[in-house]
Nanobody, 125 residues
């Protein structure tokens, strides 16, 4: 079992940047595929980015975040990161990290086994 705690969210002006972190408990962090999801008010939770267990493979789901978001992980620190740049109003959401015991990144939220509580990102004009 793993517990996930996100941090790094906040209020930022459009065009700004944030670095979201997700710290995991336990000694088996490197055995989990990790993902970031987000949920905007009134919308379903959507996949944003995923990273393989070693960190060697990353996946950004939507064209809307490609080139602006970067996912990375540090297995020695049991932490996964989401660097979000050039923020837009539509990036406003609660951002969640999630851990998956499978071998590959999945865009399906039901395939993730553990979730954090989320961190709020609010982009203002």
């Amino acid at each position: 079992q793993v517990q996930l705690v996100e941090s790094g969210g906040g209020l930022v002006q459009a065009g700004g940047s944030l670095r979201l972190s997700c710290a995991a408990s336990g000694r088996t962090f490197s055995t989990y595929v990790m993902g970031w999801f987000r949920q905007a008010p009134g919308k379903e939770r959507e996949f944003v980015a995923g990273i393989s267990r070693s960190g060697g493979n990353t996946y950004l789901h939507a064209d809307s975040v490609k080139g602006r978001f970067t996912i990375s992980r540090d297995n020695a620190k049991n932490t996964v990161y989401l660097q979000v740049n050039s923020l837009k109003l539509e990036d406003t959401a609660v951002y969640y990290c999630a851990a998956r015991l499978g071998l590959y990144v999945s865009v399906r939220r039901e395939e993730y086994d553990y979730w954090g509580q989320g961190t709020q990102v609010t982009v203002s004009s």
